[in-house]
């Protein structure tokens, strides 16, 4: 935790809205999951996004990239209302990075066909493509997965690969839907060093969402957590485990990030 620390931008002040989700109410068959949700991402915020299973969480990344559409309220990227932009414009418009809960490669193609398609489509330039896709293999330590299909890959190392992808086109907006899951307690270090490093040298907003609730925030400027539709907490992770209705809500009283 010292080394993820000392990478921190301690004087995080950088309030002006990337994202914007205004009045978001989301009903599935009348069951009502998102009730009327204010959310702002800033512009360089690392936020950390916390709540129960089936709370909404995947929902609201989903709202982001056009995945899914909210049955009331606007949705902002950049200052301009996306509600009705198509995903494919919002990932190009925008420069969206997303790496979903479950799936995100093709299974039947192998660990270096699936980085050099999302290469393709995202750099134009062959010398530039190879080394974005040499600099990510050496990150993750692809080398000697190269070859192996989608399929055959491990739990975790199939999720080092989805974020490897999502980070090809210099994302300015990355979504990650439960990073830390599937991975060893290096590999979540090696992330967290990634987010932490993509926020000090690019202009770059990210959302994780996880339920590894000390990692995440070890490594965000700010935390929320959901219940019931809501945001019932915001603020910086000291103030979200010390908040009253997220300890009982979500936390429990024996919580700490110590
Ligand atoms: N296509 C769908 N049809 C019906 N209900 C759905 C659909 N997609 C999601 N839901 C419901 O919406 C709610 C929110 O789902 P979501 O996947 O956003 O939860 P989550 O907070 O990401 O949960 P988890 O932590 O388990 O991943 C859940 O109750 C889920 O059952
Ligand atoms: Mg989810």
Request: charged share 25%; proline share 3%; net charge positive.
């Amino acid at each position: 935790m010292a080394l993820i620390k000392k990478f921190r931008i301690k004087n995080f002040k950088n309030t002006d809205p990337i994202v914007e989700l205004k009045n978001i109410s989301v009903f599935y068959n009348k069951r009502q999951i998102i009730d009327n949700l204010n959310l702002k991402i800033n512009k360089q915020e690392i936020l950390g996004m916390l709540g129960p299973n089936g709370v909404g969480k995947s929902t609201i990344l989903n709202l982001i990239t056009g995945l899914k559409n909210p049955n009331y309220g606007e949705i902002l990227i950049g200052g301009i209302n996306c509600t009705k932009l198509p995903i494919n414009e919002r990932f190009t418009k925008f420069q969206i990075g997303f790496v979903p809960q479950y799936g995100g490669l093709i299974q039947n193609l192998s660990l270096i066909d699936n980085l050099k398609l999302v290469a393709e489509i995202h750099i134009e330039e062959k010398e530039l493509q190879i080394q974005k896709l040499n600099k990510l293999i050496t990150q993750f330590e692809f080398e000697s997965l190269l070859k192996i299909k989608a399929k055959h890959l491990s739990g975790g190392q199939k999720k080092k690969l989805v974020i490897a992808m999502a980070l090809i086109n210099n994302p300015k907006i990355l979504l990650l839907d439960e990073p830390f899951a599937a991975l060893d307690i290096l590999t979540i270090k090696m992330l967290q060093e990634i987010i932490l490093n993509l926020q000090s040298t690019e202009e770059i907003s990210i959302v994780v969402v996880d339920h590894q609730a000390r990692d995440l925030l070890n490594c965000v400027d700010r935390a929320i957590i959901l219940s019931n539709g809501k945001i019932i907490a915001s603020g910086s992770p000291n103030d979200v485990i010390s908040d009253k209705d997220a300890k009982s809500h979500y936390f429990g009283e024996e919580f700490n990030i110590s």
